[in-house]
């Protein structure tokens, strides 16, 4: 079993600055992947970035290229989101998600943190 617990989330204006912290634990070395996604009201839920533990291959969706970058920590099992040029449209809750090795479905989520820019 893995526990996923978001962090970091809160009100910010637009152009401003926000990381997000997920802290994994529990079977930690069954995950392959650690994934940020996100939901706005009246939305689906969107894929926004991904990283695997080992190599550390990352892909973004296009709508956050060049403004987020994902990392991750090993050792601590932490994986982060570092949000700048922040726009209203990037108004969601935000997700922490978890594949397991051998799939690249995530599993595992975290309860989620919102996330308000304003105009």
């Known amino acids: 079993q893995v526990q996923l617990e978001e962090s970091g989330g809160g009100l910010v204006q637009a152009g401003g600055s926000v990381r997000l912290a997920c802290a994994a634990s529990g079977r930690t070395s069954s995950t392959y992947a650690m994934g940020w996604f996100r939901q706005a009201p009246g939305k689906e839920r969107e894929f926004v970035a991904r990283?695997?533990?080992?190599?550390?291959?990352?892909y973004y969706a296009d709508s956050v290229k060049g403004r987020f970058t994902i990392s991750r920590d090993n050792a601590k099992n932490m994986v982060y989101l570092q949000m700048n040029s922040l726009k209203p449209e990037d108004t969601a809750v935000y997700y922490c998600?978890?594949?397991?090795?051998?799939?690249?479905?995530?599993?595992?989520w975290g309860q989620g943190t919102q996330v308000t820019v304003s105009s």
């Open positions: 998600a978890a594949s397991r090795k051998g799939t690249i479905i995530y599993d595992y």
């Open positions: 990283v695997t533990w080992s190599g550390g291959n990352i």
